[in-house]
């Protein structure tokens, strides 16, 4: 009897050492990128004042 | 040569990428970027405005990314070219590390993020700016001129005179001459900087088939405009401290560096046709890189000690 196409293993493609040490290298830095971004937009907002929150609805 | 064309023919088969933050950081051009960041630091120091320490800094890192982005979207576009000029073909995308359509969507999502963070930081005047100069460069010079007319360099050379107006519209929120004058500056010291380059360079650019001055009006002719937009660009550098925006002493400096740059020109207006090695035009290349930093710097040192005297914060 044929196995189901539910239970054939999902091909998936295996990363090679350099691949693998290419993406977390690119993650990283990603994850610094949002990081400084958010304190970016953290100290804009902080040197802009309350008056930045101040407009009309 | 259309958008599909290019992406289609360049697009090589799918795969992982093993490209790594640095390809991505190649990508911004650091080295063009750094002059960038400085020139648009002297115009938003240079405008006669308070400054948000906080505020200017986002300010120039926003602007210094929006260039990082035309960078990339430039390199994206000219991958062909790239791949078989030898100054250029260890770019990350001629090179294979990164596919075109990252450094597209790379250089299109830092645009965007650029002109909003200066937008917000500064004010939507110096975000605009910003913005034409990215489409500027990515666009009108990189798309339409540089494979079209060996004017290319003298009409894009505006795409990076804009930085200094960009910075003095993020502190002022508008134009003025004083920012018009830095931009003049850089305007017009681009054509003798890169036609220097492209003297020596003729080969490469000939191969690419990029219609440099060299290649399309021949070396003799390049020789003597090298020289008249030199005796242009001296004196306006002096204009600044003429017009009393600045003191004697940037004026000296200034006018120092146009004598230099001048005296290079007129080495490489001399050189001989049969003069191989160039060593004239690699000098004058040298000192154009010299003269373009030690003007603004210039007019920075005068900026700031201007206002340390007129604050009497030396006392």
Redesign the interface.
């Given at each position: 009897m044929a196995t189901p196409e539910r239970d054939k293993p999902v091909e998936t493609v295996e990363l090679t050492e350099k691949q693998r040490k290419a993406r977390r290298n690119r993650s990283v830095a990603i994850a610094i990128a949002l990081a400084a971004l958010v304190v970016i937009f953290y100290l804009v907002t902080l040197a802009k004042g309350p008056g930045m929150m101040n407009r009309p609805l | 040569m259309s958008i599909v064309e290019q992406t289609s023919v360049d697009a090589p088969e799918v795969g992982?990428?093993?490209?790594?933050?640095?390809d991505?950081l190649a990508l911004l051009k650091p080295r063009v970027m750094s002059l960038v960041v400085f020139t648009a630091l002297v115009g938003l120091v240079a405008a006669p405005v308070p400054l948000?320490p906080?505020?200017a800094s986002?300010s120039v890192?926003a602007i210094a990314v929006g260039a990082g982005a035309s960078g990339a979207l430039n390199m994206w576009y000219d991958a062909d070219i790239d791949r078989v000029m030898s100054r250029t073909a260890r770019r990350p995308v001629p090179a294979g590390r990164v596919q075109p359509g990252e450094a597209l969507g790379f250089g299109l999502f830092l645009s965007l993020l650029a002109v909003l963070?200066l937008g917000?930081?500064a004010n939507w005047l110096a975000a605009a700016v910003l913005a034409f100069t990215i489409f500027f460069y990515a666009v009108v010079y990189t798309m339409w001129l540089k494979r079209w007319t060996p004017q290319n360099i003298v009409i894009g050379g505006a795409a990076g005179a804009f930085p200094p107006v960009v910075g003095w519209a993020a502190a002022t929120g508008s134009l003025s001459l004083e920012s018009l004058i830095l931009f003049a500056i850089i305007f017009l010291w681009t054509p003798p900087h890169f036609w220097a380059l492209a003297l020596f360079k003729a080969g490469d650019y000939g191969r690419a088939g990029i219609p440099m001055m060299p290649n399309v009006a021949g070396e003799a002719s390049t020789r003597r405009q090298i020289f008249a937009y030199t005796l242009l660009v001296a004196p306006i550098g002096v204009l600044p401290w003429l017009l009393g925006y600045v003191s004697a002493g940037y004026g000296l400096v200034a006018a120092a560096l146009g004598a230099g740059f001048i005296y290079y020109a007129w080495g490489v207006l001399r050189m001989k046709p049969s003069d191989t090695a160039m060593a004239p035009a690699k000098q004058m290349f040298g000192f154009s890189l010299i003269y373009l930093f030690g003007i603004f710097a210039a007019y920075l040192v005068d900026v700031v000690a201007a206002r340390v005297l007129a604050s009497g914060a030396f006392l």
């Open positions: - | 992982v990428s093993e490209a790594t933050a640095g991505f948000d906080i505020l986002i890192l963070t917000l930081a």
